[in-house]
C-alpha cells in the first residue's frame, strides 16, 4: 500500500475509532480517557494491531493536543481570578502538595528510580485531572454547591503550579545541573508574572487586538498566537504547555469566551490523539508487572486528595457533608499526569506502564468517589455514632429519669443549640 494511502487508512480507522469509544464511554458514563489509553496500548507496540504510517502525525497531534488543553484551561479563568485563588486558597495548596506528591515521591526511590524519577512520579500522583472533575461536577449537578469554588480553587492552584514545575522537571530530565534548574526556574517565575501582569494591567488591549466578528479570523488568530507562544516557551524550557495556558489567561471577555466555543472541538479531536499517542507509546506487557504498585499508590492517593478536599472546605466554613464531597471530586487524574509521564519517559522509561496503570485506575474511580463518598463517610460515621451510644446507654437512662421542670426560659434557650444545628446543613 502506498505510504500516503496507509496513512489516510489508519488515521481515518484511529478517529473513527475514538468517536466510536467517546460515543460509547457517554453511554455508560465513563470518561473516554481510560478508553483513549487502552485503544493506544491495543495499537501500539506490542499490541494487537501496531500502527506504522501515521505515528509521525499521530505525535504532532499528539504536541497539538497539550496545547489546546492547557489553552482552553488557561481560557477558564481570568488573571484577577488567579491571584484571587492564590491568596485565598494557598495554606489549601501546600497541604495538597504535600499530601499527595510525597506518595509519588517515595514509591519512587522504593522502586530504585532515583531523584529524578522520585520528582516525575511526585507530580503524576500529585495533580487532579481538570477535565475530568468538570465533567463529574456538571453530570452530578454540582456546579452550584457552595463546595465547589473550593475545588475549583484546590485546581486553579495546581494549574497554575505547572507553570513552574514542568519547566523544573524539563530541566532535571535534561540534566542541565542546580545552576541551569534555576535558571530555567527563574524563567519560568519570571514569565508567568511578566504574563500576569500584562493580564492585570493589559487584558483588555490584548483581547482587543485579537477579537475579531469573523470565528475564522478569531480562530486562526488565537490558534497561531497560541501555538508560536507555546514554541517559543519550549525554547526558553518554560514549556510548550504553560506557554498555552499563559495564553489563555491573559485572554478575557467576549473573545475567551469566543475562542472557548471555536476551540473546544479541536481540542477534543487532539486530546483524544494525545491519550492514544501516550498509550502507543507503552508496550502492554509491561503494565502487569507494575499494576499492584500503581493499585497500592492509587488507593493511599485516593485517601490524600479525599483529606485534601475535606482540609480545604473545612477551611472554607464548609459543612460535613460538602467538605466529603470536595475531597471525592479531587480523587480524578487525568491529563496532567499523563503529560508529566510524557516527559519523563524518555529519561525514566519505567514511569510510562506505572503512570498508565496508575491513571487508568484513577481516572474510573474518581467519579466514583465523587458520588460515594460522602454517603459512605456518613454511613461509617452514624455506625460509630451507634456504637459509642451503646456504651452510654446507662447515662441516658439516668438523664432520661430527671423530671421535667423547665421553665420558659429554659424553653427559649433551648432553642439556641437547634439553631446552631442549622447552619452546617445550609453550608453544606
Do not use: C
Amino acid at each position: 500500500m502506498h505510504d500516503m494511502t496507509a496513512l489516510l487508512v489508519e488515521l481515518g480507522s484511529v478517529i473513527l475509532g475514538l468517536g466510536i469509544i467517546g460515543r460509547f464511554a457517554g453511554r455508560i458514563g465513563l470518561s473516554p480517557i481510560p478508553l483513549y489509553l487502552l485503544a493506544g496500548l491495543a495499537f501500539g507496540e506490542g499490541g494487537l494491531l501496531p500502527l506504522g504510517a501515521s505515528e509521525e502525525f499521530t505525535a504532532v497531534g499528539a504536541e497539538i493536543g497539550v496545547i489546546l488543553l492547557l489553552l482552553l484551561l488557561g481560557l477558564e479563568y481570568s488573571a484577577s481570578e488567579l491571584v484571587t485563588s492564590l491568596k485565598t486558597q494557598y495554606p489549601s495548596g501546600a497541604v495538597d502538595f504535600l499530601l499527595n506528591a510525597t506518595p509519588g515521591a517515595v514509591a519512587a526511590l522504593l522502586l530504585g528510580w532515583g531523584p529524578v524519577g522520585a520528582v516525575a512520579l511526585a507530580g503524576v500522583t500529585w495533580i487532579s485531572s481538570s477535565g475530568v472533575i468538570a465533567k463529574v461536577l456538571a453530570d452530578l449537578g454540582r456546579l452550584g454547591n457552595r463546595e465547589t469554588p473550593v475545588i475549583l480553587g484546590v485546581l486553579v492552584i495546581e494549574d497554575l503550579s505547572m507553570a513552574v514545575y514542568l519547566p523544573l522537571l524539563t530541566a532535571i530530565l535534561a540534566g542541565v545541573g542546580f545552576a541551569g534548574g534555576s535558571i530555567a526556574l527563574l524563567i519560568a517565575l519570571g514569565t508567568v508574572g511578566f504574563v500576569l501582569y500584562l493580564a492585570l494591567r493589559h487584558g483588555r488591549l490584548i483581547s482587543r487586538a485579537v477579537s475579531s466578528d469573523n470565528p475564522e479570523m478569531l480562530l486562526l488568530v488565537v490558534l497561531g498566537l497560541t501555538v508560536l507562544v507555546a514554541g517559543v516557551a519550549q525554547e526558553l524550557q518554560v514549556s510548550a504547555a504553560v506557554g498555552a495556558f499563559l495564553v489563555g489567561i491573559a485572554l478575557s471577555g467576549e473573545v475567551a469566551e469566543g475562542a472557548r466555543k471555536l476551540l473546544t472541538p479541536l481540542r477534543d479531536l487532539f486530546a483524544a490523539v494525545f491519550f492514544v499517542f501516550f498509550g502507543l507509546s507503552t508496550n502492554p506487557a509491561e503494565i502487569p508487572p507494575v499494576l499492584l504498585p500503581a493499585a497500592l499508590l492509587a488507593v493511599v492517593t485516593i485517601f490524600t486528595k479525599i483529606a485534601t478536599g475535606w482540609y480545604a472546605a473545612r477551611r472554607a466554613g464548609i459543612g460535613s457533608k460538602g467538605r466529603w464531597r470536595a475531597g471525592g471530586t479531587l480523587v480524578a487524574r487525568g491529563e496532567f499526569s499523563i503529560v508529566i509521564a510524557g516527559l519523563a519517559v524518555a529519561t525514566e522509561p519505567r514511569i510510562g506502564p506505572i503512570a498508565t496503570a496508575y491513571v487508568l485506575i484513577l481516572v474510573i474511580a474518581g467519579p466514583l468517589a465523587a458520588r460515594w463518598t460522602q454517603p459512605i463517610a456518613a454511613k461509617v460515621l452514624s455506625l460509630r455514632g451507634r456504637s459509642a451510644g451503646a456504651g452510654t446507654t446507662k447515662n441516658t437512662a439516668d438523664a432520661a429519669s430527671v423530671t421535667n421542670t423547665a421553665s420558659a426560659a429554659d424553653t427559649a434557650s433551648a432553642t439556641v443549640p437547634a439553631a446552631r444545628e442549622e447552619i452546617p446543613a445550609s453550608a453544606d
